[in-house]
């Protein structure tokens, strides 16, 4: 099974399950029907895009940690700068 395959199985799977409680087949208590339902895709959302940025800061934070990335960046950045000098552009 490909990445791609196993994506939308999972997303499938937890659609299919969302829709089995929002639209009440699955019996719940009225007060998490009413009240915790409606809300779980945005907060699944949320949720989403809090773990997106922590793995995004974390990787920033420990950019260090890894040597051979660090200085292969730099030079880019020092190759970068020294192809816009010579085109007459002020990077400094």
């Known amino acids: 099974m490909t990445r791609a395959q196993q ?8 659609s ?3 829709l089995s409680l929002y639209l009440e087949l699955v019996p719940l208590p ?5 009240a915790i339902v ?4 945005f907060w699944a959302l949320v949720s989403f895009g809090a773990w997106v ?5 974390w990787g920033m934070l420990t950019f260090h940690d890894t040597p051979e990335a660090y200085k292969e960046l730099m ?12 085109k007459g552009v002020s990077v400094d």
């Open 7 to 14: 994506t939308i199985s999972i997303a499938l799977l937890v």
């Open 16 to 18: 299919s399950l969302y």
């Open 30 to 34: 009225a007060l998490v029907q009413t």
């Open 38 to 41: 409606p809300v779980l895709p």
């Open 53 to 57: 940025l922590f793995r995004l800061g």
């Open 75 to 86: 030079e880019e950045i020092k190759l970068a700068q020294a192809d816009l000098r010579a």
